[in-house]
């Protein structure tokens, strides 16, 4: 018998996101201020959103992360092996792991929310006043 998977979502706060990305998911501590407004804008920190696109593709999850691209529906596939719906649950470690190869390959520039409101340095949040981004530890390792 098929047991029909809970999809639990979680709407993030902006400093609560910004320790996880530096913490747990490793991202640079320099891009954090680009990575936080590109969020903020494409999904409103919400892990659950999609988004139907005028050309017939969807965006999924924190990072809006297209179906044409990087994901399949109902399958594994795309540059980031992944099925699409796994993106938008609350389990975001492959949705991390499929932003930064994203941002590896094409840089910011790949998602429209960026380009559109924060290209323009000036439009950053200072994620160092809000939420005190240099006072975040990196955290240890764990060996063995």
């Known amino acids: 018998m098929l047991q029909q998977q809970q999809v639990e979502s979680k709407r993030y706060l902006r400093c609560e996101l910004t320790k996880l990305m530096v ?8 891009l954090m201020s680009n990575w936080i407004c590109l969020v903020e804008h494409e999904s409103e920190l919400d892990t659950n959103k999609v988004k139907n696109n005028e050309n017939h593709s969807k965006n999924y999850g924190l990072f809006q992360i ?3 691209d990087y ?7 795309g540059l980031c092996n992944m099925k699409c719906e796994d993106l938008s649950n609350d389990e ?3 949705d991390m792991a499929c932003a930064k ?8 520039k ?3 929310g960026w380009n559109r409101y924060c290209r323009n340095t000036q ?12 006072q975040i530890p990196p955290l240890r390792p764990i060996w063995g």
């Open 92 to 94: 975001i470690s492959d």
């Open 101 to 108: 190869l994203i941002q590896q390959r094409d840089g910011f």
């Open 23 to 30: 913490q747990q998911y490793r991202f640079e501590k320099s």
């Open 123 to 134: 439009n950053l949040p200072n994620l160092d006043v809000s939420c005190k981004l240099t």
């Open 66 to 68: 297209s179906n044409k």
């Open 110 to 112: 790949y998602w429209k």
């Open 71 to 77: 994901c399949a529906e109902g399958r594994k596939g």
